[in-house]
Every structure is written in structure tokens, then in C-alpha cells.
């Protein structure tokens, strides 16, 4: 239909920036801070269809091979939602955080014990990463989350804050509609149909993720105004947080290949903390949500910064 041209066009145009896409998704968002409270009603609807699109960028051949051989994307789970938090939360104990900054502390646990953000599949895409792979993991991530993210909880903190039952089934349904929607989209329109407009899926992905992330950036610059020197600590405290998680998984996982590794790296550092402020966003700290808008900086820029190393691996000479 010669009316939707341009409209394609574009958005294939914004998919061929991908990363770059990002970086200017998270800046753009924090100009347009009116637009939050617009935005913030349809956040769910935003993850939402970025679950559907990465089920759409997996090709079904290379999801089949990974269910069919999981014991990599298993052991990848398992350290993602078992050995990282354990170790970010040690870390957090042994630098004194429980008593330096009890608040704080207890976002930074549940930050990182809760499963990674769902659009992990779509970044793979942009990254030029194993897909079918990512979106293995993301899901065992989620599948294990209502028991790990609660135990590791209840470890560090001494109480958990999240219902298991309540975690589950959110993650459930939303896995599990998606993927229902996702495979109808596929049945009417052909896996060729989709196969030729990967470029529109991912300008899709770039909006959906821009979408997120101005509703995220909602306060960001009341903060930032009232002590600036306060909230470029505390990005700073993020920034190493979500690349020390990152480099150790993707630095254990290396010997399974440099994209693999990669992959590991990015689910463990990226993760949907989201969740939590949706399950009990009414009894935290206004200095949480400040923090969960910062989390959204290392998500949205990492994966510019690390593109150039992927590019360079995958060369013929790789």
C-alpha cells in the first residue's frame, strides 16, 4: 500500500541507527519531562510490545535450536539470577551500604536480583548478538525470578518485599500473551513478510524503548536542580554497579565465544527493576524512583558503546 511507504521508511531508518537510536532516546526523553505523566499510563503497554517484537526479531529454526540444547542458556540463568546477585550484594555488604545508605541499599538489592528487562532480545538484535539465545534466557530468567529474586531478597534485606505468587504470575502472563500475540502476527503475515522488515521491527523496538524511557525520566530534573552534585554520585554508583555486573558475567562466560558472552553480560547488568517499582512502588522512597530513572542511563547507553567491539569480532578474521 503505497500510503504506508513513508511511514515504513522511516521507521526502517530509525532501526538502521540502532544503538545511536538509544542514546538519543534517553536524552530526548529527559527534554520532554511534560510528556511523563502522558506516558506513564502506558508503560506496561510499552513492555508489552517490545516482548512481542523480540518474540517476532527470534527466528523460529535458531529458537528451536536453543530449546532443543538449553543447558547453556540454563547455566547462564542460573548465574544471572543466582551468582551475580549474590556477588553485587556481597559487594554492597563489604563496602559498609546497609549502614551508609539503608535506602538505598535495599533498591540496589532488589535491583539486582530481579529477572533482566524484557527488551534484552530486542538490544540483541541492534547489537547484531545471538537472539534466539537472549530470548532463551530472558525467559528462564523470569521463569526462576519469583524464587531467586525473592531469596535473594530475604537474604540480604531480611524480609522480602515482593510476593512470589503476585511476581509470577505478572511475568507469567505477560510472557506468555505476548508470545500468543507474537505467533498469531507471525501465522497471518509469514515469517518472509517479517524477515524483510527486520529494519521496521527494530525502528519499532526504538520508539518502544523511547516510549519507557520517558516515562522513567519522570522527577529526573527536579532531582538533578535540587542537588546536582547528589545525583551525579549516585549515577556514578549506577554506572558501576550495572558495568561491574556486566564485565565479571561476560568475562565467566567469555569461553563460550565473544557474543555469548556478551549476551551473559548484558542480562546480568540489565535488569527490569521496573517490576519491583510496579509491585511495590507505593512504599518506597522518593529517592528510589530517582534511582530506578537512573538505571535506565547504562541500559540505553552500553549498547553504543560496546556495538564497536562486537562489529570488530565479527569480521571474516574473527
Not at 106 to 123: D, G, N, Q, R
Not at 164 to 171: N, T
Not at 226 to 242: C, N, R, W
Request: proline share 6%; net charge positive; charged share 10%.
Amino acid at each position: 500500500m503505497p500510503f504506508l511507504r513513508l511511514p515504513l521508511a522511516a521507521l526502517a531508518w530509525i532501526g538502521r541507527q540502532g544503538t545511536t537510536g538509544l542514546v538519543v532516546a534517553i536524552f530526548l526523553s529527559i527534554a520532554v519531562p511534560p510528556l511523563a505523566a502522558y506516558v506513564k499510563p502506558h508503560l506496561a503497554a510499552a513492555v508489552f510490545v517490545l516482548l512481542v517484537f523480540s518474540y517476532l526479531r527470534t527466528e523460529p529454526e535458531k529458537l528451536r535450536q536453543v530449546v532443543r540444547a538449553p543447558g547453556l542458556a540454563l547455566v547462564a540463568s542460573l548465574w544471572a539470577m543466582i551468582a551475580a546477585p549474590v556477588l553485587a550484594g556481597g559487594a554492597l555488604n563489604l563496602i559498609g551500604l546497609p549502614k551508609l545508605a539503608p535506602d538505598l541499599y535495599t533498591i540496589m538489592i532488589l535491583h539486582v536480583a530481579i529477572a533482566p528487562i524484557v527488551s534484552s532480545a530486542a538490544f540483541a538484535a541492534l547489537l547484531g548478538l545471538d537472539i534466539a539465545f537472549t530470548m532463551v534466557s530472558v525467559i528462564l530468567c523470569n521463569v526462576l525470578s519469583p524464587v531467586t529474586t525473592v531469596a535473594v531478597s530475604t537474604f540480604f534485606l531480611g524480609t522480602s518485599l515482593i510476593s512470589p505468587l503476585d511476581l509470577g504470575v505478572k511475568l507469567l502472563v505477560f510472557l506468555l500473551v505476548s508470545g500468543l500475540v507474537a505467533m498469531a502476527i507471525r501465522r497471518i503475515a509469514g515469517q518472509a513478510r517479517i524477515d524483510a522488515h527486520k529494519e521496521t521491527l527494530d525502528g519499532l523496538n526504538v520508539i518502544a524503548v523511547f516510549v519507557f524511557a520517558i516515562a522513567a525520566m519522570d522527577g529526573v530534573p527536579r532531582h538533578v536542580i535540587a542537588d546536582p552534585l547528589g545525583a551525579a554520585l549516585l549515577l556514578g554508583i549506577v554506572i558501576l554497579l550495572a558495568a561491574s555486573m556486566f564485565g565479571v558475567s561476560a568475562l565467566v562466560f567469555m569461553r563460550a565465544g565473544f557474543k555469548l558472552g556478551t549476551v551473559v553480560g548484558m542480562i546480568a547488568g540489565f535488569r527490569n527493576l521496573g517490576t519491583i517499582m510496579a509491585a511495590i512502588g507505593t512504599t518506597l522512597p522518593d529517592q528510589a524512583w530517582f534511582y530506578f530513572a537512573l538505571v535506565q542511563f547504562p541500559i540505553y547507553l552500553f549498547p553504543a558503546l560496546i556495538k564497536p567491539f562486537v562489529r570488530r569480532r565479527s569480521t571474516p578474521s574473527s
